[in-house]
């Protein structure tokens, strides 16, 4: 619960601000916060005031001890992750959307206006991230499903060799990046294939592995090995592999993700 305490300042200052004078309101705000430290609501309210005055570094400290004072009280998340986003600081913004989630009150339009702000700054990958969030929350499927399918387009395109739409992170990788596995055998498609893609994923080091290191080196390689394989490359073909991943590595989907995220930096210009 919020520790709000009704004084006549408190109120006063509340009345200055609804009616614009948000230089005076916060004289009164700062008033009661001196009687009242741990008021998590007047010191949300304290914050919007600031950030009306153009002081979002003071409004953002106010906001965080409003989340301290109470972390239940909905409105100090929401005022401190717009504040985060006014500053250029997504990223903050979205750590506290599992929050707002906890306390039913985060919405498509934040998350939207937060994957904005992401593809402002060319961060396609957090962008993606939020735009998911955004169509759990949204009814407007079919509208946000064409705007991650844009982002997609701008991403690296992955081809996997030995996984398919069963398998848990090609499903995964799928949602955010454009994927296409590859279940053909002949050496053209294989080639075709290769130069499509800007990352090749290997799940083991069987033939396909084998045939597309003998070619000229076009994308980037990622291998994940199974403990029986660990020994079964050499030093050359190691050498062509740009992240080798070995069974005893964590195979989280989100850990996996983060490799592709990394090779998408070194990757100016996807095809």
């Known amino acids: 619960m919020s520790t709000k305490t009704q004084s006549e300042t408190y109120t006063k200052g509340l009345a200055l601000a609804e009616q614009g004078d948000h230089q005076e309101s916060l004289v009164y705000m700062q008033r ?11 010191l949300s309210d304290t914050g919007a005031v600031l950030y009306c005055l153009g002081q979002t570094d003071q409004a953002v400290e106010h906001f965080k001890k409003a989340v301290i004072a109470d972390n239940n009280y909905g409105q ?43 593809l402002e700054q060319s961060d396609k990958a957090s962008a993606v991230e939020m735009i998911l969030k955004s169509i759990e929350l949204s009814d407007s499927e079919e509208l ?12 690296p395109k992955i081809a996997f060799f030995g996984s398919d739409e069963t398998d848990a992170f090609y499903k995964f990788a799928s949602e955010r990046f454009m ?31 084998q045939r597309v290191l003998s070619l000229p ?24 592999i740009d992240n080798l991943l070995k069974n005893s590595q964590n195979s989280d989907n989100r850990f996996l993700n983060d490799i592709l995220i990394e090779l998408e930096k070194t990757i100016p210009t996807v095809k």
Not at 32 to 42: F, G, I, K, R, T
Not at 111 to 117: G, L
Request: a negative charge; aromatic letters at 8%.
């Open 179 to 209: 994927t296409e596995p590859f279940a053909s055998k002949t050496s053209d498609e294989l080639a075709d294939m290769v130069n499509w893609c800007d990352i090749a994923w290997f799940d083991g080091c069987g033939e396909n592995l």
């Open 144 to 155: 946000l499903n064409s705007m991650i399918e844009v982002v997609k387009s701008k991403r």
């Open 76 to 118: 100090s998340y929401w005022n401190l992750a717009e504040a985060y986003l006014t500053d250029g600081k997504m990223q903050q913004a979205a750590e506290l959307f599992g929050d707002l989630e906890r306390l039913g009150i985060l919405s498509p339009d934040l998350t939207i206006r937060t994957a904005n702000h992401f």
């Open 32 to 42: 009661h916060l001196e009687d009242y430290p741990d008021d998590a609501e007047a």
């Open 217 to 240: 080196k076009v994308c980037k390689i990622v291998v994940r090995l199974n403990s029986s394989e660990e020994e079964t490359l050499n030093s050359e073909s190691i050498d062509k």
